[in-house]
C-alpha cells in the first residue's frame, strides 16, 4: 500500500444548487470520517456554514472560503497538505481541483490527487478524450462532435441530423443541455454556452431510449464492484435528476443488465478510475443497443442514491479506496461480517422522485427536459412498485396524497395528453389522469416513450381505487390497496371515511405493516444494521422494538425554504441524544441527507413523515418523546396531530406550538403582550380583500392559502395590482381565506434565533438583513453581530422574545422575525423550532444551539453565561441562487423565497466577511466594467454615494438612458446603454453580448412589484437580470446590498482578502 | 396455494404456475435478475426455489434458445410478487404461461424475506407446495440420483476442429456449451456416466449438476482414472466437488448453500484479487482433507469457503462458481480462456 498521507485538503461543494445540493455533505462527511479513522489530519474547504462536514468535531481545520482557485491557493500556502481529495464536492471541487492541477498550484506546492488521477478525471470531463478513450477498448458512446466556436458547431450538428442534443463540458446536472430542431436555435443556444464553457458538444438525439446508470467502485488493485444499477421511468431526453428513478433496474433481463455491467467494468478499468464513479446508458428498447452516455469519475447524486438505496456506503469506502486502501481488506459496515468487494442484493426496491419548486417563480418553464430545475428529491423503499410509487409521491410534500385519489386541483390536469408527451413537472399526475380516462398504457406508452410496465403498475393502482369505490372494503382487498400503497387518507377519501376511520379498521382486522431491514445481502447473512423501512408486503417484523428510544423526525426533502440547515439540526439533535445515552430513532426520507446515514442513530427509519407512519413507527417502537422542532415546517406541522394521538412531543407542547402558528391566537397574543404588529386581515371575498387592503394602506402583503399557480405570496402597490393577484394566482373563499398585511416600506428586518427552557429565555443570537424588509429572509444576506442595529433595538428586541418565550412556555428552539423602522419594532413572525439560521449562528457565536435545545427538551439545566453579541470579528451569511437552472425565472429579490443555498464567510470586518461571503455564493469582483440601470428617482438618489466610491475606485460605467443622464448631472460620467428596441448600438442587447461586462447592478422601479416581467413582452430591466444570468454575469439588484458591496470594495480595497481559518475567528483567540 | 415445510411451517399465498403440488429441498437465491436462466438450470433440479427479489416476471420469458437447458428444472417457485404484465422485445410469454406449460407450480404473497431468514437460520429444509388443499408428502430429492436425471443421455458433438473437448455433463448450464465451443474446437458432450477415458481427447471438462456430489460414483471413478494422464482438466460446480472426491478429498453439505450473483471470491494463489461470481451450489470441499498436491485457488470472501483447487503441478483445475454467468456477472469468462489455452498448450506439446 502506499504511504498514508499526513493531512489531507478535502474541497466541498459550496451552496446548495440546483444539479448539486445536500449529497455531498453526505459524501463529505464521510470522507472525513474515513481519513480520521486513519489518523490523518484533515483540512476542508466549504463555505457552506450549514453543512455537517463543517461542524467541530469533524475537519481539524475549516476553511469558509469561496471554492476558487484564488483561495484554494492561499489555503494550500498555509497549511500545506500533502494531498487532496477532489472526488467529494461535486463538479465544483472537481472543477477547482482541475484548475489547480493545470495552474501548477498542486506541483508547486507537492500536493498529490488521491484517488481517481487528475489525467483521467480530465478523460471523462473532456468530451473528445472521453469518446477517443472508450472507443480504444470499443465501448460505443453517442455519436458526438466537440466544437470550440459556433461554426464547428454548426457543422456538426448539420452532419448529424436534425434533431440534435447540445451539451456543454465540464458542466453540472446538465447545464445548457437541451434539444435542438433547427440552426436558428442551435446558434441562440450556442451564444450562451459559449459564455459558460469553452466546449460544447453536439450529439445524436436518442429520445426513446431507455436510461440506465450504474455505480461502480474500483480499488487501486484492480477489484471492481458494482454497487448498484437504476433504471429511469423516463426515457432519454429527460435528465435524471428530473426522472423519477428505480433501483434495481426493473425490466432489464439477466443479459442487458449484465452485459451493461461488463461494459462499465471495462470501461472504468480502462480509463483507471480510483474509488466510485458512475456510469450513465442510453439502452434501445427493443434492438438492445447501447451508448454510454457519460461517466461521473467522483461522487454523484447519483452515488449518494445508490448508497442509500443498497446501504453499501460508497463514499466512506471511496475515501478509504482513495488512500490505496484495498475493497477486501476494508468490512461490509453493515453486517460487520463480510468485506466491502461485493455486491449488494436488494430485497425490496426503491424509487427516487424529484422535488421541484417551479411554482415559486412566476414565468417559470414548467417543462422537464435535459437540464436539471428539481431542487430537492426523496427515495421510496418499498416490495412492490405501487408501494414504492405512492409513498414517494407523497413524500414530495406538495399536497399529494398519492398517485390517485387527491383532493384539489393541482393534481388534475386538463391537458394530460400534452403533458404526457412533452413532460412537465405534473407528468405523473397527467399519466393518472389519462389512466382515470381509460387512456390505455399503449397509447400513454406511445406518447411518453415510458416502459409499459411501469405504466401497467400505475394501472394497477386505478384499478384498485375502483374496486374500492365498488367492493366492500374486506381484509383481503384491505390489505390489497395497502401493499399498492394507499394511505389511509387516501382510502378515506375513495370510501368516504375519515383517516382515523379506516386506521380504527385496519386495527380491528389487523391489517398493518412490518418493520424490515436493508442488510445488503437479501437476508443471507446475519446483519448488525440499524436502516429499516416499512412495508405491506409482508407478515413478519426483522426486528423487535428497541429500547424505547427518542424519535427525531427529519425535514424531508430538500426544497426552497427547507434545505441542508434543518438537515444540520435534525443531526445536532442526534449527537445530543448519543451524548446524553439516549437511544435514537431517525425518520426521514431524503436521500441527500446526513441525518439518514447509517452511522448516525441506533435505528433509521427511511420513512414517510405523515401522520399515519410516524404513529406506526412510533407505536412499533414505543417511543418515549419524539422531536418536531428540529426538521423544519415538515416535522414542525406533525406536533399537533401526533400530540392529539396520544405521542408525547419533546420541548413546547403542541398547543403552543399551534398558538405561534394560527395567525388569528398569535396576534391577539401579540396583542396582549403590548408588542406592535404590522396590521393585517383574514377575508374570504376578493371585495372584502380590496376594502381591508385600502384600510391598511398600500402596499400590502398577500398571503392566500390556496395557490393556482405562480407564486404564492405577493405585494400589491394598489386596487389594480391586488385585483389581477387575485384573479389570476389565487381563490378566494371560506374554504380558502386569503390574508392581507401591511407592507411597511424601508423598513429593515432583524432576527432572533435563541433557545428557551421551560419558558426562560437561555441563549440567543441577533441577526440583521442587509437588504430591507420586501426580501424573503431566506433570500436576505445577515450578518452576525449586526453592525447597524442600535443596541437600544437589539435590548427592546430581546425583550421581546422574553415575553415571547414566557408567553408560550417555549423548551428548545425558536426563531422571531422583526421590522425595524424609526425606533418601531415590529414582530412579523414567531416559529417555535429551529430556524434556517441556527447551523449559521451556531457555528459563529461557537454555541451549539441545537444541542442546548435539545439538553432543555431533556429537561437537563443549561442556564449560562452565553456571549453572543460582542465578537472580535464579523460572520456574513450570502443566499445561493440557481437561477442559471430555472430558465425565464426573474432573478429579482422578491418576499418568496427563491434561493436554494446559502453561504457563509468569516472576517475582521464586515467588508472583508461580506465579499468572501458573496464570492462563496459564486459573485466575482469586478475589474473594471460595471452596467447600471437604476428604475425610479428613489434608486438614484440614494445609490449615488455609492456609485461615487466605485468611481474613485476607478470603474468604468455604462449605464442605460435615464441613469447615463442622472449620473452626468452629478458629474459621473458613463457610456450611454440605448433601449434593446431602439436598436441602436450600443443597446442593453449587444452590451450584454459582447462579454464586456464584469457586474450588474440593476434596480428595478419597483423592485417589490413583480408584474411585466417575463411574458411576451418583456422589460429592458426584466431581459437585463435574465441574460445577466444566462451569461453568468454577477448581478445585484438590491439597493441595500449594492450599497453594502460599493462600501464593501472601497474599504477592503488593497488590503485583500484574508484566508483564514474558522478557528482564527474564535473568541478568545 | 401452500408452502409447507418441514418444520411445519405453513404459509398460504396465491398460485400462478400449474394448478399442482410438488415438493423439494426449499432454498433461496439472492439474484435481483436472471429468473429465466436460474428456472432453466439443471443444478436446481429436485429444489423449490425461493426468490429474494420481490417483483418476478417483470421481463417475461424469451424463446428457449436462451434458456440454460430444454426447460425448467425447479420443482416450484416461491415469490413476494407476480408481476401479471410484463415489458421486454425479448419476451415471448408470460412467466407464469411458461410455468403453467411446463407444469411447474409457483406460489406469490409470500414474505420471502422472512422464509428466507428462516433457511438461513435453520439450514435448507424440505418443503412442498400444496394445490388445492391436497395433502403432500415430503420428500427428499438428495435421495435420488438427481444428476442422471438431468444428464444427457446419449452423446452430442458441437463444433468441428482438431482439437477436442470431452464435457462431462452432470447437468451442464448451455452457456458452458456455447462458452467453450470456439473456432477449432469440437466438444463432444457425454452423459455423466460416460467412460470418456477410452476417447482421446486433449481437455476435460466437468460440468455443474444437482445434488450431492457423492451420487456420482461413476463419474468420480472416470476421473480419477483422468488423472493418470495430464491432459488439462477444468471443473465448475459440482465439476469442482467431483474432482477433489477423486483426488480424495471429502466435501459436506453447506447449511443453506450459495445462490446468488454477487459472492466475492478471492484469487488465493495472488492474494489481492477478488472476482464477483454467480453461484449456485449446496456443497463444498473440505478444506482439511484436500491432498496436499492441490492447493486452493479460491476462497469465498464472506464464509473463507473453498471456491476453486488446482494441481500444484497438473494442468487440472477447478471453481465452484460459474463463469459461464448466465444469471450473473461475467468477470471470471476469463477462466475458460485460461483452459482453453492450457489445452492448447497441451495439444502443442503433443502433437
Known amino acids: 500500500m502506499p504511504k498514508k498521507p499526513k493531512k489531507v485538503l478535502i474541497l466541498g461543494s459550496g451552496g446548495l444548487r440546483i444539479g448539486q445540493a445536500g449529497e455531498f455533505d453526505y459524501s463529505g462527511s464521510q470522507a472525513i470520517k474515513a481519513l480520521k479513522e486513519e489518523g490523518i489530519r484533515t483540512v476542508l474547504m466549504n463555505p457552506n456554514i450549514a453543512t455537517v462536514q463543517t461542524d467541530k468535531g469533524l475537519a481539524d481545520t475549516v476553511y469558509f472560503l469561496p471554492l476558487t482557485e484564488h483561495f484554494a491557493k492561499e489555503v494550500i500556502e498555509k497549511e500545506r497538505p500533502d494531498a487532496i481529495l477532489l472526488g467529494f464536492g461535486g463538479q465544483t471541487a472537481l472543477n477547482l481541483g482541475l484548475a489547480l492541477d493545470k495552474s501548477g498550484v498542486l506541483k508547486k506546492y507537492g500536493v498529490e490527487v488521491l484517488g481517481t488521477p487528475v489525467s483521467v478525471i480530465r478523460d471523462t470531463e473532456d468530451r473528445e478524450l472521453f469518446i477517443k478513450r472508450l472507443s480504444e477498448i470499443g465501448v460505443v458512446t453517442a455519436r458526438s462532435f466537440a466544437a470550440e466556436n459556433i461554426k464547428d458547431a454548426v457543422k456538426a450538428a448539420a452532419k448529424l441530423k436534425y434533431p440534435v442534443m447540445i451539451r456543454m463540458g465540464f458542466a453540472l446536472g446538465g447545464e445548457g443541455s437541451g434539444l435542438v430542431r433547427s440552426e436558428s436555435e442551435l446558434r441562440t443556444r450556442l451564444a450562451e454556452a459559449f459564455h459558460r464553457s469553452p466546449q460544447v458538444l453536439i450529439e445524436e438525439y436518442l429520445a426513446g431510449w431507455k436510461e440506465v446508470e450504474y455505480e461502480v467502485v474500483r480499488d487501486a488493485y484492480d477489484n471492481c464492484i458494482v454497487v448498484c444499477n437504476m433504471e429511469n421511468f423516463d426515457p432519454m431526453g429527460v435528465h435524471t435528476g428530473e426522472s423519477m428513478v428505480v433501483a434495481p433496474s426493473q425490466t432489464l433481463t439477466n443479459e442487458e443488465y449484465h452485459r451493461l455491467r461488463e461494459v462499465a467494468i471495462k470501461t472504468i478499468r480502462h480509463l483507471g478510475v480510483v474509488g466510485e464513479c458512475n456510469i450513465q446508458y442510453a439502452l434501445h428498447p427493443t434492438t438492445g443497443e447501447y451508448r454510454v452516455i457519460e461517466v461521473n469519475a467522483r461522487l454523484s447524486r447519483s452515488s449518494a442514491l445508490a448508497s442509500k438505496a443498497t446501504g453499501y456506503p460508497l463514499a466512506f469506502i471511496a475515501a478509504k479506496l482513495a488512500l490505496g486502501q484495498s475493497l477486501l481488506t476494508i468490512k461490509n459496515a453493515v453486517t460487520q461480517k463480510t468485506i466491502a468487494c461485493f455486491e449488494p442484493a436488494l430485497d425490496y426496491l426503491v424509487l427516487k422522485m424529484p422535488r421541484w419548486d417551479l411554482n415559486k417563480f412566476d414565468s417559470a418553464v414548467t417543462s422537464i427536459g435535459t437540464e436539471m430545475k428539481s431542487v430537492g428529491e426523496v427515495m421510496a423503499i418499498g416490495r412492490s412498485f405501487e408501494e414504492v410509487l405512492q409513498k414517494a409521491i407523497r413524500m414530495l410534500m406538495i399536497g399529494a396524497d398519492g398517485f390517485t385519489a387527491n383532493k384539489g386541483e393541482a393534481f388534475h390536469i386538463e391537458k394530460y395528453l400534452a403533458e404526457i408527451k412533452d413532460p412537465t413537472t405534473r407528468r405523473v399526475f397527467a399519466v393518472a389522469e389519462a389512466l382515470h380516462r381509460g387512456v390505455s398504457v399503449e397509447e400513454i406508452h406511445k406518447l411518453s416513450g415510458i416502459t409499459t410496465w411501469f405504466l401497467d403498475k400505475m394501472k394497477n393502482i386505478i384499478e384498485l381505487e375502483k374496486r374500492l369505490k365498488k367492493e366492500t372494503l374486506t381484509v383481503e382487498l384491505l390489505r390489497q390497496v395497502k401493499q399498492a400503497g394507499f394511505s389511509d387518507k387516501q382510502i378515506g377519501t375513495i370510501t368516504d371515511k375519515t383517516e382515523v376511520a379506516v386506521r380504527a379498521l385496519r386495527g380491528k382486522k389487523n391489517v398493518t405493516p412490518v418493520v424490515k431491514q436493508i442488510d445488503t445481502l437479501a437476508g443471507e447473512f446475519p446483519a448488525k444494521t440499524n436502516y429499516l423501512y416499512v412495508t405491506y408486503h409482508g407478515t413478519e417484523h426483522d426486528v423487535t422494538p428497541g429500547k424505547k428510544g427518542i424519535a427525531v423526525l427529519g425535514s424531508g426533502p430538500y426544497s426552497i425554504g427547507s434545505s441542508v440547515e434543518f438537515d444540520w439540526s435534525s443531526v445536532q439533535v442526534l449527537k445530543t441524544l448519543q451524548a446524553e445515552g439516549k437511544e435514537t430513532v431517525m425518520i426521514n426520507y431524503n436521500p441527500e441527507t446526513v441525518s439518514t446515514d447509517y452511522d448516525m442513530s441506533d435505528r433509521l427509519y427511511f420513512e414517510e413523515l405523515s401522520l399515519e407512519r410516524v404513529l406506526d413507527i412510533v407505536q412499533f417502537e414505543k417511543i418515549k418523546g419524539v422531536v418536531i422542532s428540529t426538521g423544519g415546517q415538515v416535522s414542525n406541522n406533525l406536533a399537533l396531530p401526533l400530540h392529539k394521538n396520544g405521542v408525547k412531543i419533546l420541548g413546547t407542547t403542541p398547543e403552543n406550538i399551534d398558538r405561534a402558528e394560527d395567525r388569528h391566537t398569535f396576534s391577539k397574543l401579540l396583542d396582549k403582550l403590548n408588542i406592535d404588529q404590522p396590521g393585517w386581515a383574514e377575508l374570504t371575498t376578493r371585495k372584502a380583500a380590496g376594502e381591508a387592503a385600502m384600510r391598511l394602506g398600500y402596499p400590502v402583503l398577500v398571503r392566500p392559502s390556496y395557490v393556482l399557480s405562480g407564486s404564492a405570496m405577493a405585494i400589491a402597490s394598489d386596487e389594480k395590482s391586488l385585483m389581477r393577484f387575485l384573479e389570476r394566482a389565487v381563490d378566494v373563499s371560506s374554504e380558502h381565506p386569503i390574508v392581507i398585511s401591511k407592507f411597511i416600506e424601508n423598513a429593515r428586518e432583524i432576527e432572533i434565533d435563541g433557545v428557551a427552557s421551560k419558558g426562560k429565555l437561555e441563549i440567543y443570537a441577533i441577526t440583521e438583513h442587509v437588504e430591507n424588509a420586501g426580501t424573503h429572509s431566506g433570500d436576505a444576506t445577515v450578518v452576525l453581530p449586526p453592525q447597524r442595529t442600535y443596541l437600544e433595538t437589539i435590548r427592546r428586541a430581546k425583550r421581546i422574545a422574553k415575553k415571547v418565550v414566557k408567553e408560550l412556555k417555549i423548551t428548545g428552539p425558536f426563531n422571531i422575525q422583526f421590522l425595524a423602522k424609526e425606533n418601531k419594532l415590529q414582530v412579523i413572525e414567531t416559529n417555535v423550532r429551529a430556524s434556517r439560521s441556527f447551523p449559521f449562528v451556531s457555528k459563529v457565536t461557537g454555541y451549539n444551539f441545537i444541542e442546548l435545545a435539545t439538553k432543555a427538551m431533556l429537561g437537563k439545566d443549561i442556564s449560562g453565561h452565553y456571549q453572543t453579541l460582542e465578537l472580535d470579528y464579523v460572520a456574513v451569511k450570502s443566499p445561493q441562487f440557481s437561477y442559471s437552472r430555472i430558465k425565464g425565472a426573474d432573478p429579482l429579490g422578491y418576499v418568496e423565497m427563491a434561493s436554494t443555498g446559502e453561504v457563509a464567510a468569516f472576517g475582521d470586518s464586515y467588508p472583508e466577511a461580506l465579499l468572501k461571503s458573496m464570492m462563496s455564493a459564486g459573485f466575482r469582483l469586478p475589474k473594471k466594467n460595471i452596467l447600471i440601470s437604476l428604475g425610479g428617482e428613489e434608486n438614484k438618489v440614494k445609490l449615488l454615494p455609492a456609485i461615487e466610491k466605485l468611481k474613485v475606485l476607478g470603474f468604468n460605467f455604462f449605464a442605460t438612458e435615464h441613469t447615463a443622464e442622472f449620473l452626468k448631472t452629478h458629474g459621473i460620467a458613463s457610456e450611454l446603454v440605448h433601449k434593446i428596441k431602439s436598436g441602436k448600438k450600443e443597446n442593453v442587447g449587444t452590451l450584454l453580448d459582447s462579454g464586456k461586462l464584469e457586474l450588474i447592478i440593476n434596480l428595478a422601479n419597483r423592485g417589490l412589484v413583480r408584474e411585466g416581467n417575463g411574458g411576451n413582452n418583456p422589460s429592458d430591466g426584466f431581459i437585463i437580470r435574465r441574460k445577466a444570468v444566462d451569461l453568468n454575469i454577477p448581478l445585484i439588484t438590491n439597493r441595500q446590498l449594492a450599497e453594502a458591496f460599493a462600501m464593501a470594495l472601497s474599504e477592503v480595497g488593497k488590503k485583500g482578502l484574508e484566508s483564514k481559518a474558522w478557528d482564527a475567528y474564535k473568541k478568545d483567540a | ?351
Not at chain 2, 117 to 143: C, F, H, Q, W, Y
Not at chain 2, 152 to 162: A, D, F, L, N, W
Open chain 2, 1 to 351: 396455494m401452500k408452502l409447507i415445510l418441514a418444520d411445519k411451517t405453513v404459509i398460504e399465498g396465491k398460485s400462478f404456475g400449474a394448478e399442482t403440488s410438488a415438493t423439494g429441498e426449499v432454498v433461496f437465491n439472492t439474484g435481483m435478475v436472471g429468473y429465466v436462466e436460474t428456472l432453466t438450470d439443471p443444478s436446481y433440479q429436485g429444489q423449490i426455489l425461493v426468490l429474494t427479489y420481490p417483483l418476478v416476471g417483470n421481463y417475461g420469458v424469451p424463446d428457449p434458445e436462451f434458456f440454460e437447458s430444454t426447460g425448467i428444472h425447479i420443482s416450484g417457485l416461491v415469490v413476494s410478487e407476480y408481476s401479471e404484465t410484463y415489458s421486454s422485445a425479448s419476451a415471448k410469454q408470460s412467466l407464469a404461461s411458461w410455468l403453467k406449460k411446463s407444469g411447474i407450480p409457483a406460489i406469490s404473497g409470500v414474505d420471502t424475506r422472512a422464509l428466507t431468514k428462516k433457511l438461513r437460520e435453520k439450514g435448507v429444509m424440505l418443503g412442498g407446495l400444496s394445490a388445492k388443499g391436497n395433502t403432500i408428502a415430503l420428500e427428499d430429492p438428495n435421495k435420488r440420483n438427481l444428476v442422471a436425471e438431468v444428464s444427457i443421455k446419449e452423446k452430442r458433438v458441437y463444433g468441428s476442429g482438431p482439437t477436442k473437448i470431452i464435457a462431462v455433463d452432470c447437468g451442464m448450464k448451455e452457456n458452458i456449451v456455447r462458452s467453450l465451443t470456439r473456432p477449432g474446437i469440437t466438444v463432444l458432450r457425454v452423459p455423466w456416466d460416460y467412460d470418456f477415458t477410452k476417447e482421446e481427447y486433449d481437455g476435460l471438462f466437468l460440468s455443474n449438476g444437482p445434488g450431492d456430489p457423492t451420487m456420482c460414483d461413476a463419474t468420480i471413478q472416470n476421473i480419477k482414472n483422468a488423472f493418470k494422464k495430464d491432459i488439462p482438466i477444468l471443473g465448475i460446480c459440482l465439476g469442482t466437488q467431483l474432482m477433489a472426491l477423486a483426488a480424495g478429498a471429502s466435501t459436506y453439505k453447506l447449511k443453506y448453500g450459495h445462490r446468488s450473483q454477487n459472492q466475492p471470491c478471492t484469487d488465493v494463489t495472488v492474494g489481492t484479487r477478488c472476482y464477483i461470481t454467480s453461484q449456485n451450489h449446496g456443497f463444498a470441499i473440505n478444506r482439511k482433507t484436500l491432498p496436499k498436491e492441490w492447493k486452493v485457488w479460491f476462497e469465498n470472501a464472506n464464509d473463507g469457503s473453498i471456491e476453486g483447487i488446482k494441481h500444484s503441478s497438473k494442468p487440472w483445475s477447478a471453481v465452484q462458481f460459474h463463469p459461464e454467468a448466465s444469471p450473473g456477472p461475467t468477470d471470471t469468462a476469463w477462466v475458460f480462456d485460461e483452459f482453453l489455452a492450457s489445452v492448447a498448450l497441451y495439444k502443442k506439446n503433443h502433437a
